[in-house]
C-alpha cells in the first residue's frame, strides 16, 4: 500500500458495519486535517466530504452520516480509521482518506467546490451496500 491508501472495504448488509482504515505515511506538518471523501459510482458523481479530524482532535462529520460513522486515529496519528455503523444503501461508494496540510474548513469548502486542490489522497476502497 502506498500513502493515504484506503482499506477494509467490501460487501456489507443494510444495517450492517465496516471498519475503514488508511494508513496516513504522509509526514505532517503541525496543521493539518485528515478526512474521508467518496465517491459513488455514476457520470460526473462529485466526491462527497465525510468527515475530517485536524491536528487537535477536532472532527467534523457530514450529515448524511453524523451519528453512524465515527473518524478516529491512533496514537501515533500515522493511521485513520472510519467505523461506518448502520450502513443505508446510499453509503455505496469508493471511499478515500485525504490530507490536507491546512485547517479542515478549507478542506469542507474546496471539496464542495469540486476543487481538486483540497488535499491529496491515495487509492480508495469500495464499499458495496446490498442485502
Known amino acids: 500500500q502506498g500513502q493515504l491508501a484506503a482499506s477494509g472495504g467490501g460487501s456489507v448488509q443494510p444495517g450492517g458495519s465496516l471498519r475503514l482504515t488508511c494508513a496516513a505515511a504522509a509526514d505532517r506538518d503541525t496543521r493539518y486535517c485528515m478526512g474521508w471523501f467518496r465517491q459513488a459510482a455514476g457520470f460526473r458523481k462529485a466526491r462527497e466530504g465525510i468527515a475530517t479530524i485536524d491536528n487537535d482532535g477536532k472532527i467534523i462529520y457530514a450529515d448524511s452520516v453524523k451519528g453512524r460513522f465515527t473518524v478516529s486515529q491512533d496514537s501515533d496519528k500515522k493511521t485513520l480509521y472510519l467505523q461506518m455503523d448502520s450502513v443505508q444503501p446510499d453509503d455505496e461508494a469508493t471511499y478515500y482518506c485525504?490530507?490536507?496540510?491546512?485547517?479542515?474548513?478549507?478542506?469542507?469548502?474546496?471539496?464542495?467546490?469540486?476543487?481538486?486542490?483540497?488535499?491529496?489522497w491515495g487509492q480508495g476502497t469500495k464499499v458495496t451496500v446490498s442485502s
Open positions: 485525504s490530507l490536507a496540510h491546512d485547517r479542515c474548513n478549507s478542506w469542507w469548502f474546496l471539496l464542495r467546490e469540486r476543487r481538486d486542490d483540497f488535499g491529496s
